[in-house]
């Protein structure tokens, strides 16, 4: 069983914390930031991961390799964009 | 013992994924934070792929084979090219939320049903309908931007249109309320698949009504959406990593949503069902006064005998790939010992930053990037205010035409400058379908032509008259 009340306690504190950091970004970076959090979302590579790769019938372990070959999409391409960008931007 | 390892992972990738967003906050730490956030999302990884359960290491391979395939390419995307990218990717996280929740849903099914609580079945069905609904709304969105030929780039509506939209929602969450209620019946299967269709097309109807000029609040909400639906995830899985990476996100989305909502002076609700493009152009008060059109020598002139140029870039600098040409124009005027900054109005261009990326691209230092909310003091000591592609971000009427579909609008006061020049493409009205009433006022000269070709000709014209100095 599942201990809900501690994920929902979980997802509030983190849900505070993300919008007390986020308030702090500078605006000159939103655009880097939103693929910043696009690759740290696509964390739910570990939840694909763990469909595609235990012993579950053949069709389940489909749908998970191509939600992980999403997610791993999405951390590639998110971190390697995000640093282009970042080295853009200089003082002088 | 790898349970254990687990947990720490997702500790330590906790940790990491807020430092990484905490570095944000300043473009000199902000490298720092894609190594952090990349050390995270490795440990992520590790500890998961070690775990005793997984035994298809070929298939994993594959997987992440094929996402380094495409991933790479897509980060080297044009940066005009961003944000469609970035609703791109959006897509995609929605897409993997969707699929996991699917797949949660018929191993439990084939299980007999037994794990499929009714709490966790509310999970499952939050995690496919965001998922889902990201996931074709997203498309939509890229397709919007990369101006896909099939797609209609206005704003599509018809009557009755929210409340079709509202209703397709409101079908898949009643078939969700049952489905949790009732994961294992005859018919559960079907609804479920059901409820993923009826997400499936909510997403392309939401996204239908919605055009170009509120494309940065779209985005922003769909980040968000996207990282719910990964949260979603956490709870169906019983992963506080996922929850928490998902919140970070989450709230990311929710903040941009915020600032560009207000940037425009709009609610969410209005954004999302106002269809803000239809609104009919309105009515021109007063007598009708005329454009003042100006040579581009009297222009390089203008500029160059200023002491402070302000210049204001909008989405036509991005359509003209103009950000080059600025730079040098840049270059040209600060050599005269002429101080240039740059206007950015939240919501210029397609997506939040847009102009600060583009302009970056263009090595003019982030220190001459000046936000609305600080520039707009300086405006009345500006000499020449040079706007490049901006429209109804400059447009006057936002501070009191009531009727004007951008009433309330916060802008940059550029009809405060002591010279306004204009580059326009073209001699028709901005976005919302409204005349730019800075255009005409005594003080405001126009340069018709597309952006580049203007600045290109400006530069040439400032550099064919350095030799003289």
Redesign the interface.
Known sequence: ??D?WS?LF??VL??F???G?????????????????????????????????????T???V?????????????????????????????? | MTHAIAQLAAVV??AL??F???W?????T??R??TA??I??LV??GA??V?P?????G??V???G???I???P????P?TA?PQ??AL??A??G???G??G???Y??GL?AGGADL?A??MSAIVAEIILGFLTFTGSLMATGKLQEVRWIPQRPVTYPGQNVVNIGVLVIAVALGVLVAVHPAAAWSARAFLAIVGLALLFGVLLIIPIGGADMPTV??IL?SY??L???A????????????????????????SIIMCRAMNRSFTNVLFGAFGTVKAAAVTGEQKAWKEETVEGAAQLLEQARLVVIIPGYGMAVAQAQHKVRELYDQLTKRGVTVKFA?H?VAGR????M??LL??A?I???A?V?MDEINSDMPQCDVALVVGANDVVNPAARYAKDSPIYGMPIIDADKARTVLAIKRSKKPGFAGIDNELYVQDNTWMLFGDAKAVLGDLVRQLTGGSGLH
């Open positions: 069983m599942i809900y994920m979980v997802f983190a849900t914390i993300g919008l950091v986020i308030r702090r970004v500078s605006r000159l970076l939103y655009t880097p930031l939103m693929s910043l959090t696009n690759a740290i979302s696509a964390i739910a590579v570990v939840g694909s991961i763990v469909v595609t790769g235990a012993d579950f019938p069709p389940i372990r749908l998970g390799a191509v939600a992980l070959f999403a997610s791993t999409t999405n951390i590639v391409s998110g971190f390697l964009i995000t640093d282009r960008m970042l080295k853009m931007f200089k003082k002088q | 990738a906790t994924f807020i990484s967003l905490y944000m906050n300043d473009p000199k902000a490298r934070g894609v956030g990349v995270g999302m992520a990884v998961t792929w775990q359960e997984i035994v298809h290491h298939w994993i594959l997987a992440i094929a996402g380094f495409v991933g790479v897509l980060s080297r995307v940066l961003v990218r970035t990717s959006h995609f996280g897409l993997a939320a699929l996991v699917t797949a949660e018929f191993l084939g609580t709490f966790r985005i922003s980040n996207a990282g639906s990964a949260v995830m956490g709870f169906v899985l019983d992963n506080k990593l996922l929850v928490t990476a998902g919140a970070l996100d989450g709230s990311s989305g929710l903040i941009l950015i939240p997506m939040p930053g847009h600060n990326v970056a691209e090595d230092p982030y220190t990037l936000e």
